[in-house]
């Protein structure tokens, strides 16, 4: 079984915001192939089902970013899925607006929701897509807060909606059971 989870804030104040650019690229991902996240458990909306011949949960935690983690290791636990069959799409200020990199594991990059997954997960050993949504002209920390928080621009919204393409691609890739290597070797 594999778990792909999007991170981001529930809430309609939130829709569209930088900080929820994995809930956009999963619901990319539902709308291309007719699918809705029709159940709520474990703090969290799914949909579980068998796709490419395997069980997959789809999940968007509700628990806000920095608890991510909570609603996220529910599933692992309840369902008994590896770390390495659980794939976390999230946004990283570190990254140009709209590049996409795949990690295998490894520490969080000082992002809130992958350190609260390490730790109500309790591993490290967890995929990530990461989608860039590059850091705001002057650094502080309300400029941080501000722009990870607001809208993308029209121009900015269509190179993120090509990288959603590229991550409906790399999901279906994880889902027939390409392991990191391979994706990384094909998408970074």
């Not at 474990?42 to 949960?57: A, N, W």
């Not at 591993?123 to 607001?150: A, C, M, Q, Y």
């Not at 621009?153 to 999901?171: G, N, R, V």
């Amino acid at each position: 079984m594999k778990l792909i989870a999007g991170l981001g804030n529930p809430g309609k104040k939130y829709d569209g915001t930088k900080h929820n650019t994995g809930f956009m690229a999963l619901d990319q991902y539902l709308a291309k192939n007719s699918l809705v996240l029709e159940r709520e458990k474990f703090e969290g909306k799914y949909t579980k089902q068998k796709i490419k011949g395997e069980d997959v949960i789809l999940l968007e935690p509700q628990t806000y970013m920095n608890d991510s983690g909570r609603s996220i290791a529910q599933f692992a636990h309840f369902f008994k899925i590896d770390p390495q069959d659980i794939l976390v799409i999230h946004d990283d200020m570190d990254m140009p607006l709209s590049k996409i990199r795949i990690r295998a594991n490894g520490k969080s990059g000082g992002h809130n929701g992958i350190k609260s997954i390490i730790r109500d997960l309790g591993s490290s050993n967890f995929n990530r897509l990461k989608i860039g949504i590059r850091h705001p002209d002057n650094v502080t920390e309300s400029s941080v807060i501000s722009w990870v928080l607001s809208q993308f621009d029209s121009q900015q919204q269509k190179l993120m909606d090509a990288a959603f393409d590229t991550s409906c691609e790399i999901i279906d890739d994880f889902i027939a059971g390409k392991g990191s290597q391979f994706l990384m070797n094909k998408y970074n």
